[in-house]
């Protein structure tokens, strides 16, 4: 518990320094929030056994928005590979550290001398902390990122860039139809994540994100779970801080963890660090 | 976006290839110990794959038992199967040796080991498997063994097999004796069947289509020939030439006034031997997870099924039999009556009676009763028969009764209440009904006479002492109880344990009679035991249920939702056990608990609970499967312990 405490001061400290850095730069007579965007999620999240306290993380995202024809899913937006190795301290605490390739499409008409998709490239480490609160559970997530990206052109203008990405978030699963989260529960998962950026291009725009999202969803057993929700986010033009982006997102999440030990690695079942 | 779609899909199909790579893993293993199948307990040898989570049997198998200390106090039954599997089925060549030995000849001990000769007798069958059934030729030998010698051959039987039924000729073997007969396709005898002695023509039977019209002693010289049927023309059915037929066959000889016509006939001998030898190697074929089950050979039969009126009239003989012997058995151990009948000649009158009217007058009755049970009578003619088993046509109720007194031996006529003449011969089975309810009548007012003569102050004293050890008993169950009625829930049904037990005293409190209360005292002992070893059951019933829910639940990892998550694991079988065989047996309990039914209750609740237990270690992936397909409580427990190691 004490090291989760001194993470989590860091990390407000971390948010702090560019919140003041942010007030720094010049000030612009008045913020602009863009119309928001729909966009489309479906989400799978892998969690593969490798020992008693090892995990490889297998997430593949399928990211869709509109397009001037279609809401939600008129156009693939991004496909995502996160995977990392995850190592479980305890009930309490995990901590992962892995890589991201993930594929931006350009959107709507490809302008030409434009790239129809562009990699990107990321190395993450995360810092998971888990509370049992009566019979909800209260999760803090500090996830730091490193990032390369690139526009779609091959101007000079779009060659790589890059940035950190200081992500918090904070959210919770509370059991509907069960006295704990189980085999069978249905359950409401609210979350709030800010994400934050730095780096030598990010000038006026370290809120890149502010994601709000409340998922629904159901345990078919320990090993699987679906669920759906509905996300709110608005973030900072990279170029142009004082536009404000905003999008309605409808997520779709299968989380996925299988375990391929034979059975007598199974067990007895270690309870870690009680 | 279909193209998006099936990117993903793509994708989604990549990541999750390592999951059908790791199921299609298969290990190739060695057994070798101890093994269990069906009634056959040994060791054995084989190879198996794990597929899922079942084992396969494939390649060579050996399996093998003895038991010295079964030797040593009596008989050994030792077994030897030789052959291989296929998929878990057995297949190919295949050896089967049984034997039955005790000790025979001295015993030597030498360099620390005894030796000890046996005699007995040795089996040995060979053949092949196909789809787990006898096909080509099998051959059967039995020996006869003296000091671990084989002496004389008993059997040598070789019969043509096409997909588990005997085709073509067949030759069964013993001494100088041979039989050569032939069946049709089906397994059906056909033409002649004929026994050589010593290479002499002995005897020929002749069937046409399964149907055996005569028996012919030495057609070569005496030509003594006995027709068993003409040529039928009414209703036929083709039976098993099994044991039943052989009944058959010497009551059909019986009725043509051919009685002993099958007295050490050979071919009953060699038939019947064959049939045992099949029988045992049919069974170990069968505990190997092959289908063999046909008969070997089939006969033709007249048949007159049995009419609803003749089955009650058989059910009603049987039941006055059961009741006539349960009653006259009471008579006749009763040692107090065997010691008054010495100073009274009255008593040793009446049960005198009782011993004639159970074995003279009922005699033809249990004969005709016992061929029912075999399922002999629709094939033969009823009339005749009775005619056969009563040859006056008529039976007199009134019976001549031999019994001794202090002058010799005296003679009185019996007659019971409602005696009379029975007219078989023209009533035919009414008539035997009412002679059997005549003997019942007259038994059970032997029993009233007798228990009004055994009132007597021993018998008293005895009942007294019955009465305080039921007394001490009931007390014990009536304070189990009390202390948990109203703690257990009620659906474990000890309100009925209650119930019953209250209602149990009540109809023995209303029995007056000294003979009938010993009697009734020691029943209702043995069910106040019952119902006490049923009541404990119950009160450990809510433990073992748990025990059953602990053991068949999981504690897993959720690493998502970062807590641990109890799963049910084998949810088919914990499904059945807790939402079928529980609420099953405790039903039982609550409605229609008598005291016959309280020890196999308790008994059935027990072994279901060590049952449960030990499914979960094992193998049960089968069972599983099955139990997908089953509802019914008594058909999962079919189920349950038809996979339970014997």
């Not at chain 1, 350009?106 to 480490?125: F, L």
């Not at chain 2, 790791?22 to 084989?46: I, M, V």
């Not at chain 2, 829930?489 to 000294?514: C, H, I, M, N, W």
Request: proline share 4%; charged share 25%; hydrophobic share 40%.
């Amino acid at each position: 518990m004490f090291e989760y405490k001194r993470s989590l001061t860091t990390l407000l400290l971390v948010l702090g320094c560019l919140t003041v850095s942010a007030q720094q730069t010049e000030p612009v007579a008045e913020s602009e929030f863009k119309e928001p965007l729909t966009a489309f999620w479906i989400n799978t999240y892998g969690n593969i056994r490798l020992s008693d306290r090892f995990f490889w993380v297998a997430q593949t995202h399928f990211r869709f928005q509109e397009s001037a024809r279609l809401p939600l899913a008129g156009q693939i937006g991004q496909i995502y590979n996160r995977h990392a190795i995850s190592y479980l301290y305890s009930k309490y605490f995990r901590v992962s550290l892995g890589g991201v390739m993930r594929f931006n499409f350009n959107q709507d008409e490809v302008p030409e001398g434009e790239r129809r998709t562009v990699p990107e490239y990321r190395i993450w480490h995360e810092y998971l902390f888990a509370q049992h609160l009566s019979r909800l559970m209260l999760y803090h997530r500090i996830r730091l990122e490193h990032r390369w990206t690139r526009g779609f052109t091959d101007t000079e203008a779009d060659d790589w860039i890059f940035r950190n990405r200081w992500r918090y978030m904070i959210s919770m699963k509370i059991p509907l139809n069960k006295p704990k989260l189980s085999p069978g529960a249905f359950y409401v998962g609210p979350e709030a994540e800010l994400i934050m950026q730095s780096g030598k291009a990010v000038v006026d725009s370290p809120l890149e994100d502010l994601r709000l999202h409340t998922s629904f969803g159901y345990i078919v057993n320990p090993r699987l779970t679906f669920a759906t929700g509905l996300m709110y986010s608005m973030g900072q033009d990279l170029a142009k801080g004082a536009y404000y982006k905003q999008k309605w997102t409808w997520r779709v999440h299968m989380y996925f963890s299988p375990d391929f030990r034979k059975v007598k690695n199974k067990l007895p079942m270690i309870h870690l660090t009680e | 976006m279909k193209i998006a779609i099936r990117i993903g899909v793509l994708c989604l199909l990549i990541a999750l290839d390592p999951i059908s790579l790791a199921g299609q893993q298969r290990d190739s293993s060695t057994f070798s110990g101890s093994y269990t199948l069906g009634e056959f307990a040994g060791a054995a040898t084989y190879n198996y794959q794990l597929r899922r989570r079942d084992t396969v049997r494939q390649g060579p198998f050996t399996f093998r038992g003895a038991n010295a200390r079964a030797l040593l106090t009596g008989t050994d039954r030792p077994f030897t199967f030789t052959g291989q599997y296929v998929d878990d089925g057995p297949v190919g060549p295949w050896t089967f040796e049984f034997g039955m030995y005790g000790l025979g000849g001295p015993v030597a001990l030498r360099d620390g080991y005894y030796r000890v000769a046996v005699d007995g007798i040795r089996h040995q069958a060979t053949g092949r498997l196909l789809d787990g059934e006898p096909d080509s030729l099998w051959t059967q030998t039995i020996h006869r063994v003296v000091a671990s010698d084989t002496a004389e051959v008993l059997l040598r039987s070789a019969i043509n097999f096409t997909a588990g039924v005997a085709r073509q000729s067949f030759r069964l073997e013993s001494g100088a004796t041979v039989l050569l007969g032939r069946v049709q396709r089906d397994g059906v005898a056909e033409d002649a069947w004929t026994v050589y002695t010593d290479l002499e023509t002995a005897q020929q039977w002749t069937f046409d289509d399964g149907q055996l019209l005569h028996i012919v002693n030495e057609p070569e010289t005496r030509g003594d020939t006995v027709a068993v049927l003409p040529l039928l023309s009414g209703k036929t059915e083709l039976v098993d030439l099994d044991a039943r037929y052989l009944d058959w066959l010497s009551i059909q000889l019986a009725l043509q006034g051919e009685e002993r016509a099958l007295d050490g006939n050979p071919v009953i001998e060699l038939l019947t031997t064959n049939a045992e030898a099949y029988a045992r190697t049919f069974a170990a074929i069968r505990a190997l997870g092959g289908e063999a089950g046909r008969p070997l050979f089939r006969v033709r039969l007249p048949v007159d099924p049995l009419t609803r009126r003749e089955v009650a009239q058989l059910t009603s003989i049987d039941a006055d039999l059961r009741a006539v012997d349960t009653i006259s058995q009471a008579l006749l151990d009763n040692t107090a009556l065997s010691v008054v009948q010495n100073a009274d000649p009255e008593v040793a009158y009446l049960r005198a009676a009782v011993i004639a009217l159970r074995d003279s007058l009922l005699e033809p009755v249990r004969t005709l009763r016992n061929t029912y049970e075999r399922e002999v009578l629709p094939y033969v003619s009823r009339p005749a028969y009775l005619g056969y088993l009563w040859s006056g046509g008529v039976e007199d109720g009134e019976i001549l009764v031999t019994y001794p007194d202090a002058a010799g031996r005296q003679s009185r006529t019996f007659a019971g209440p409602g005696a009379g003449r029975f007219a078989i011969g023209e009533e035919g089975l009414p008539a035997v009904e009412a002679l059997t309810k005549y003997v019942l009548a007259s038994v059970d007012s032997i029993r009233v006479a007798l228990g009004q003569k055994s009132n007597t102050r021993e018998r008293r004293q005895a009942v007294t002492a019955l009465e305080e050890q039921l007394t001490r008993e009931y007390y014990l169950l009536d304070s189990l109880l009390e202390s948990h009625i109203g703690v257990l829930p009620e659906q474990f049904g000890l309100e009925s344990v209650q119930r019953l037990v209250k209602a149990e005293f009540q109809r023995y409190a209303a029995t007056k009679d000294v003979l009938e209360k010993g009697e009734a005292a020691q029943q209702l002992i043995r069910c106040v035991e019952d119902l006490d070893a049923l009541a404990l059951q119950l009160i450990r019933l809510p433990g073992q249920l748990e025990e059953v829910r602990a053991a068949y639940t999981d504690e897993v990892w959720n690493n998502f939702t970062a807590t641990v998550m109890e799963e049910v694991v084998k949810k088919r079988l914990y499904r059945a056990y807790e939402d079928r065989l529980i609420p099953y047996y405790l039903d039982r309990v609550r409605e229609g608990l008598t005291c016959d039914t309280a020890g196999a209750l308790q008994s059935a609740l027990e072994s279901l609970h060590r049952r449960m237990l030990a499914l979960r270690t094992a193998e049960t992936d089968a069972l599983e499967s099955r139990l997908r397909k089953v509802e019914k409580p008594t058909e999962i427990l079919e189920l349950l312990t038809a996979s339970e190691p014997q």
